[in-house]
């Protein structure tokens, strides 16, 4: 317990005017001699001990009523997390004047007078003991008034939108707090500023003292949709501080205590973070400053969209569901719900009233007529308390052709009989879709049946975005090597064992670092005699989302009647999406690389049974093909991330070189990087890209895959100078040939250099060998990544983005083994993105872009955060465990803690009632005791004469007088 006026302690001293009067009045009484005094000492004896306790409980009540009244005007308070209880230090206080002023009373009685009075002065002693300790451990916790490193974070998130009376919003009300607590507590105090958002942005990054920067900072905050990560904000904010120079450090966090973003459920990284804390000069105490949230709201929230496929083409229409739902506390009728593609507006009347927690979803149908990428943005018409949710945006990118190579392993002469065929017919496009007017193909599936022969056969899967093994007993080792490759780059690949599949081989199917590459193990073959269905409840793969239901599909009937037992292997990351109904795995799947396998338990033909006759098994394969294509979804949609990349290219599936331009010497930071498809090229006197001079060095690198187990002939040329090592084999250098042997399917690392000094560049490299002509080395046997190992990523250039709140942004182009990325590190906020492509680059980037020539993407937000759920008690005593928290009502309290003044909850309110009261107990207790002692009572006194003689004798007297005589 602390005082806020501790000079008024002094009018303590009022407590002796009730002893100085009592002691007074004693001295003041008169002794009168009387001689009759001697017979009332008996009685005054008998009535001593009860008034010296009434006057012992008048004067306690007197002196406690002046003690109430002067603390009451020192203003005690109490800080947060008081060391002592404030229900110890203030009876313990109050006790100790009872006890010393009952000894003056009874000062008379000697044992009792030393032991209150000592008591007393014991008690008195130990409180204001308690009162110094107390303060001096507060100034530990609080700091001194020395100078402070400060981060102020400032919650952005969506619910910070709600109004907070006449200051305006919760966020209006954050600046004008933080604005106060700078200009108030600054001095000296260096302050930075941390915008809470999904990510947390640095507005200011380290502390300074400079106002003017930090006011121009304040004023340039805006609020962000979604939740703030508020332990990431934690974080930001512990490294803020630490690149400042002062020795104390304090964050302050001004929000409306929602739980959303703190982490509770993540002891690890509350632990590291404590860690860090601990590493500073002094560790940083939180001040967690939260703003009211009503207790009742009216609010409708767009609560996301989605599609009814993850790969989408102009060949037919695609459902897109917008979620509608209500995060408030009343019922809500929305006024409708639109959806903007472009310039395409359709909408929907509504979808009739809401109660809280309910959610609905809107349907529409909506056919793309071209390829590229399209912003979506779906606006609820909520009426409500906070429109920053009432919207959100989705990108769509709308493929041309999705290509899918199908490898038969049963080439038969009749189609029906191939094991592929089905599969085929399947992905095959319908009449209705097939060609449009004008010769256009509208088919955004594009299925190749190759017979195994011919697909080993090739040097890389690079024109594909999926390939199928249909009813394949094995693979070539050089082929299995090529095909891992090309998964592990970003490619789909989906298994289909057939009857003869050679289980060996699978089960030991490997990729480069020796690990299972195929999700399950091949056990034996299953041939039930009546066939074993589907169980359609144990479909929970995300590609089997679509033909689960049991209303819409009819999978639940197919009967197979052979099939392989396979066991998923765990320890790779594997899992099983669906089974059979005697509990075997139908459909397996795992991550490799950057792509993914599935594999099913049979081949989808009529030996294994009726699948293919169902009227779903279209829609299954569909399905499953789509999600190899894009396992994530949509490309263009991503979370919030501290560090956002988006995929500008499949990586390693993709042929071609890395290139890298230099000027002058092939040393520093490349003028130009790029992938090239081959190595054939004629500049002329020109350049090759900008920013690279007409006299350059260029350098290319990645991996070779022969197609042939032979020797190699390679040859080329180039102006100025040449240079080819293949395998760490010097193969070409100034010219000539040079040879190799090599074996298909392996890869080779290979560097190409090229020296132009003189204008008029040029180069090409062929090879040649037993099975193939002369030829210039095709993008199909190259990859722009050498074998295993580690690729350092190159930042290769950067473009403008447009964000959702017009700061300017750069996204750097990162060639990374995943492929060309954009990556963005700071200010990522949920809403809509646009990337500048200049118009010389934009053929490298045509399927991504949209209608205005720029790289359309969206970063989505959190429809929870507009739920308002609040931090509880045992949320607080989670962060109070890990950090030093503290908790001010209001603004005032924070400057007074940098300021190095406590704070906390004033008492004073608490005296002033408790005098009140003592007040009129002192009142109703003179008036007792004043009635006890009869004071001021008018009482009839009846002296009797004991020596005259009685009634009865004067009454016979006058009847002898009367001469009645005596009876």
């Known amino acids: 317990m602390s005082f806020i006026n501790t000079a008024l302690l002094a009018g303590l001293g ?61 203003r005690p308070f109490v800080p947060p997390g008081s060391a002592i209880p404030w229900g110890v230090v203030l009876p313990g ?5 009872v006890a010393i002023t009952t000894a003056i009373v009874l000062r008379g009685r000697r044992k009792w007078f030393w032991l209150l009075l000592l008591g007393g002065l014991a008690l008195l002693g130990l409180t204001v003991l308690a009162v110094m300790y107390e303060k001096q451990w507060n100034l530990k916790r609080f700091g001194t008034t020395g100078r402070k490193d400060v981060a102020i974070v400032i919650d952005g998130s969506t619910s910070m939108q709600l109004r907070a009376g006449a200051a305006g919003t919760n966020f209006d009300l954050a600046l004008l707090e933080a604005r106060e607590i700078i200009e108030k507590a600054g001095g000296g105090n260096a302050f930075s500023l941390i915008l809470g958002g999904p990510v947390p942005m640095a507005r200011v990054s380290e502390p300074v003292v400079n106002k003017t ?35 104390n450090k304090e964050i302050i966090v001004l929000t409306d205590g929602q739980n959303m973003g703190w982490e509770l459920d993540n002891r690890a990284r509350w632990e590291a973070l404590l860690a860090g804390m601990e590493t500073l000069p002094s560790k940083p105490k939180v001040m967690l400053r939260k703003y009211a949230l009503p207790t009742a709201f009216r609010n409708v929230t767009a609560a ?28 809500v009728t929305p006024g409708g719900v639109e959806l903007h593609i472009g310039e395409t507006v359709l909408k929907d009347p509504g979808t009739g009233q809401l109660q809280p927690g309910a959610k609905e979803t809107v349907r529409f149908l909506h056919q793309f007529k071209e390829s590229g990428s399209f912003p979506v943005k779906a606006v609820v018409q909520g009426r409500d308390e906070l429109a920053l949710d009432d919207e959100t945006v989705s990108v769509c990118n709308v493929i041309e052709r999705l290509p899918v190579l199908i490898i038969d392993g049963n080439p038969a002469e009749r189609f029906l009989d191939r094991a592929g065929a089905f599969t085929a017919l399947a992905l095959a496009p319908s009449v209705l879709t097939a060609p449009k007017e004008g010769g256009k193909d509208a088919v955004a599936m594009a299925p190749e049946v190759m017979p195994l022969s011919r697909a080993v056969g090739l040097g890389s899967f690079a024109a594909w975005r999926v390939i199928i093994l249909a009813g394949v007993e094995k693979l070539p080792e050089s082929a299995a090597r090529r095909l891992t490759g090309w998964v592990q780059g970003g490619g ?99 991550k490799s690389g950057f792509g993914s396998v599935l594999m099913a338990s049979c081949n989808f033909d009529t030996a294994a049974g009726n699948l293919p006759s169902r009227q779903a098994f279209v829609a299954l394969v569909h399905q499953l093909v789509y999600y190899l294509a894009n396992p994530e979804g949509q490309p263009l949609n991503r979370e919030p991330a501290a560090q956002l990349n988006l995929p500008l290219s499949r990586g390693a599936s993709e042929g071609g070189l890395k290139g890298e331009y230099f000027k002058g010497v092939a040393t520093g930071q490349p003028a130009l990087v790029r992938i090239d498809p081959k190595p054939d090229f ?56 040079g040879r190799m042997t090599l074996q298909a399917g392996r890869y080779y690392p290979i560097q190409i250099d090229l020296v132009d000094g003189s204008g008029g560049a040029a180069m090409q490299v062929y090879w040649r060998s037993q099975s193939q002509q002369r030829e210039i080395i095709s993008s199909d046997c190259l990859t722009p990544f050498p074998p295993g190992g580690t690729v350092p990523e190159t930042v290769v250039g950067s473009l403008a983005v447009a964000g959702p709140d017009e700061r300017p942004r750069r996204a750097d182009l990162v060639f990374t083994r995943g492929g060309l ?84 909850e004033e008492l004073w309110k608490y005296l002033a009632v408790g005098a009140l009261f003592l007040l009129l107990c002192e009142t109703a207790l003179t008036r007792w005791i004043a009635v006890g002692r009869r004071s001021g009572e008018d009482l009839a006194v009846d002296f009797e004469n004991k020596f005259e003689p009685s009634r009865q004798f004067r009454a016979a007297l006058d009847r002898v007088r009367q001469g009645g005589g005596v009876s």
């Open 14 to 74: 009022a407590v002796l005017i009730p002893i100085v009067i009592h002691l007074l009045s004693r001295k003041a009484a008169k002794v009168v001699d009387w001689g009759a005094m001697q017979f009332l000492i008996d009685s005054v004896e008998s009535r001593k001990s009860r008034i010296e306790l009434e006057e012992a409980l008048l004067m306690g009540a007197r002196c406690l009523l002046m003690g109430l009244l002067a603390l009451a005007v020192a």
């Open 93 to 97: 206080f109050l006790l100790s004047l």
């Open 213 to 247: 920067e930090l006011m121009e900072a304040l004023n340039g905050m805006k609020p962000v949709r979604g939740r703030m990560a508020a332990f990431d904000a934690l974080a930001a904010a512990a490294v803020a501080v630490s690149r400042g120079s002062n020795p």
């Open 304 to 331: 996301g969209i989605a599609y009814s496929r993850e790969v989408i083409g102009t060949d037919r229409p695609v459902s897109i569901d917008v979620t509608v739902e209500n995060t408030g506390t009343e019922a």
């Open 492 to 590: 789909g690949l989906m298994v289909l064992p057939g009857t003869g599949a050679d289980a060996a081989f699978y089960n030991q199917w490997r990729t480069a670092d020796g690990g299972r590459f195929l999700p399950a193990r091949l056990i034996s073959e299953a041939l039930p005699k009546d066939g074993v269905s589907l169980a359609m409840t144990t479909f929970t793969h995300p590609a089997l989302r679509l033909v689960a239901d049991t209303k819409q599909s009819d999978l639940g009937t197919t009967l197979l009647q052979r099939y392989w037992k396979m066991e998923a292997d765990a320890t790779s990351g594997a899992s099983t999406g669906g089974r059979t109904a005697n509990g075997d795995a139908f459909i397996a799947s795992v």
């Open 682 to 737: 004629q500049w002329g006197g020109g350049s090759p890209g900008a920013g690279v001079p007409a006299d350059f060095t260029a350098r290319w690198t990645g991996a070779m895959v022969p197609r042939y187990s032979e020797e190699y002939v390679f040859d080329g040329w180039g102006d100025d100078s040449l240079a080819v090592t293949i395998g760490g084999k010097k193969v070409i250098e100034r010219g000539g040939e």
């Open 821 to 904: 990325v954009a990556r963005l590190g700071e200010d990522i906020v949920p809403g809509l993105y646009r990337i500048e492509v200049p118009k010389e680059s934009a053929k490298e980037y045509g399927a991504l872009l949209g209608k205005d020539g720029t790289i359309p993407f969206s970063v989505a937000d959190d429809a929870a955060e507009s739920r308002l759920s609040v931090l509880g008690p045992k949320d607080l005593d989670f962060v109070r465990n890990r950090i030093e928290l503290l908790e001010p009502p209001g603004v005032k309290d924070i400057i007074n803690v940098l300021s190095g003044r406590e704070f906390g």
